[in-house]
């Protein structure tokens, strides 16, 4: 399968900070989606962004396909923000291929 | 518009026991899949399923674990005679599929998760 590689793997950030966290992946996708998974284990849905960039709020994501990366931008970061974001990559099989994460802490 | 349901969202089972997770999917949705993920870990596909149809479960272990998604009522993945290294978070997810003409019909929404701890 589609090896999905995700750095860093821990951030800390105080309170107002920006940041930016990388997805890269081994093979062309048909689907590639950002997660946050909140301290109480849920799954967020941030972005479905196989190509191109999106902006939600303070968050923004850009993937380039033909060269395999995502990046997903957190602008002036909350404490709410705190978690583990993941990045999941799908080639045609229909299942996602997730990275191990990045944990982000962020203190006030 | 509820969201991906699952259920129960614990659940204490011993070693030999079964276990049965719930799924019910978002409305309008017809492919549900199931991940595993282990404590301090990403979640690791496990089977993906259409109405009455196993499409690919190429993520589960061949003895013990089944799932179905029958014609009525919610996909359920069940886990026979459980051991200690099955304790677990269990997500279900779904997806519209094709077609649609959606452009994302293969965005996966995830469910709560049902965390399963084997004594």
């Known amino acids: ?12 950030l105080q309170e107002g900070a920006n940041s930016t966290l990388r997805c890269n992946f081994s093979d062309s996708v048909n689907n590639l ?14 972005f479905y962004i196989p190509s191109g960039t999106k902006q939600n709020g303070r968050l923004s994501a850009t993937t380039v396909a033909t060269e395999r990366y995502s990046l997903l931008y957190i602008s002036s970061s909350q404490t709410t923000d705190s978690g583990v974001y993941f990045c999941a990559a799908e080639t045609g ?7 191990t994460g990045t944990r982000l802490t962020v203190i006030p | 518009n509820a969201g991906v349901m699952q259920n129960p969202r614990h659940l204490v089972r011993r070693r030999g026991q079964e276990a049965r997770l719930r799924c019910s999917p978002m409305k309008g949705h017809s492919h549900v899949y199931w991940y595993r ?11 993906y399923l259409q109405k009455e149809n196993i499409i690919d479960e190429s993520g589960m272990p061949k003895e013990r674990f089944s799932a179905e998604f029958p014609k009525e ?4 993945l069940r886990i026979q005679q459980v051991v200690r290294g099955d304790s677990a978070a269990y997500f279900c997810a779904s997806s519209p599929g094709p077609p649609g003409g959606l452009s994302s019909y293969n965005e996966q929404f995830f469910g709560p998760g049902t965390r399963l701890t084997v004594l």
């Not at chain 1, 399968?1 to 800390?12: H, R």
């Not at chain 1, 099989?93 to 990275?99: H, R, S, Y």
């Not at chain 2, 009522?73 to 359920?76: K, R």
């Open chain 1, 93 to 99: 099989a229909n299942n996602l291929f997730f990275g």
């Open chain 1, 33 to 46: 989606q950002w997660f946050h998974q909140n301290p109480w284990g849920q799954l967020i849905n941030l």
């Open chain 2, 73 to 76: 009522g919610p996909s359920i």
């Open chain 1, 1 to 12: 399968g589609i090896q999905v590689e995700q750095s860093p793997p821990d951030l800390i």
């Open chain 2, 37 to 47: 993920q282990l404590p301090e870990e990403g979640l690791k596909f496990m089977v």
